[in-house]
């Protein structure tokens, strides 16, 4: 068969065929009277396996290696293959996400576009400094995509720069809630997280299509599984004036971790007088627990000091008769701030 007619049956065209011949891949040898090449039936069939090959991404030295040597291991280069081409979908797929972006940036002309891409590299940059300067930039010079900050503001583990882009995201006027509220189910705990720090900024925004308000979306994560998550939530939820994060803060504050802040909302919480009591009654039962150490009684009692009420008066009253010295002058002084006119504590008259 002359090579005009194996590339019509073929489809390879007589240039590749050609190409091939060069190259060692394929060897008519038969000839024509004429002197034209002859491709054999075997030929041909060599051909096929060549473009089989060829179809799963392997190159011409890999074709002719999977072909010709006996000691060749095709399950090395599959392997090879599928993290190579795993490797070409992700940066495809980023490609594909960032135009996504710039399109969605509605930009007027290409300073724009070519603004919108500076202003996405430099949000995945490894300096802090230009991811700070990004998130900046993308509420006081340009249009950055929403999509991209939470991206952004998801992965950050900077703190400086995961505030600047709550603060972006913020005042972004996009759908962010939506956005952050998928990150609430990423099965990575500081993931979800970052999304309740993220909600917990944003006020007077509309509530997704499905209906959640973000008061709503850190009420949920208050059940996560994952206790940094819960005490994230019980902060921002404590800001908000919400009581349901009054447990959580009360074991923050026993447990030591973040407890400063814990109490800070406490104490937000108890200037409703409707909360006060029921925050003072729940902080007295766990000082009433053998198990505490005493660092944490004594924080039990700094956490009171911010609850008004008689429920509160009486219990540093007989804090200030308590075993542990430090919790009984830390009860006796903030008596006296409370009530200056009298002296109540530990030896006195």
Not at 97 to 103: A, E, H, K, N, S
């Given at each position: 068969m002359l090579i005009g007619e194996v590339a019509r049956r073929s489809g390879v065209s007589a240039r590749m065929l050609r190409h091939y011949e060069a190259l060692g891949l394929v060897r008519p040898n038969a000839r024509t009277g004429t002197g034209y090449r002859e491709y054999s039936g075997e030929d041909i069939q060599r051909i096929f396996h060549i473009e089989s090959l060829r179809s799963l991404g392997l190159s011409l030295r890999d074709v002719a290696c999977a072909l010709d040597d006996p000691g060749f291991e095709p399950s090395a280069l599959v392997d090879d293959l599928v993290r190579r081409t795993r490797q070409r979908i992700?940066?495809?797929?980023?490609?594909?996400?960032?135009?996504?972006?710039?399109?969605?940036?509605?930009?007027?002309?290409?300073?724009?576009?070519?603004?919108?891409?500076?202003l996405l590299h430099a949000l995945g940059s490894q300096s802090a400094g230009k991811r700070q300067r990004a998130a900046l930039s993308s509420v006081e010079q340009a249009r950055m995509p929403v999509e991209a900050l939470v991206e952004a503001a998801l992965s950050e583990t900077d703190p400086n720069v995961a505030g600047t882009l709550r603060w972006a995201l913020a005042h972004s006027g996009g759908d962010a809630l939506a956005l952050l509220a998928e990150g609430l189910d990423s099965p990575a705990a500081e993931v979800r997280a970052r999304a309740v720090q993220c909600i917990a900024e944003l006020e007077d925004v509309e509530p997704t299509t499905e209906g959640a308000t973000p008061t709503a979306l850190l009420r949920a994560a208050l059940a996560d599984s994952e206790v940094t998550v819960r005490r994230c939530a019980a902060l921002a939820l404590g800001a908000r004036g919400a009581a349901e994060a009054v447990p959580t803060l009360i074991d923050m504050i026993v447990q030591e971790t973040n407890g400063a802040s814990a109490a800070d909302a406490l104490s937000g919480l108890a200037a409703d007088p409707a909360l006060a009591e029921p925050i003072a009654a729940r902080l007295v039962d766990r000082l009433a627990h053998d198990t505490l150490t005493s660092s944490a009684r004594l924080s039990l009692t700094h956490a009171l000091a911010g609850v008004p009420g008689p429920t509160t008066s009486r219990a540093l009253a007989d804090l200030t008769h308590d075993e542990d010295r430090a919790v009984a002058l830390t009860a006796a002084y903030v008596l006296q701030l409370r009530r200056p006119e009298q002296h109540t504590g530990p030896g006195s008259s």
């Open positions: 992700a940066e495809e797929t980023e490609l594909l996400t960032r135009l996504c972006r710039i399109g969605a940036a509605e930009p007027a002309g290409w300073d724009d576009v070519l603004r919108s891409v500076a």
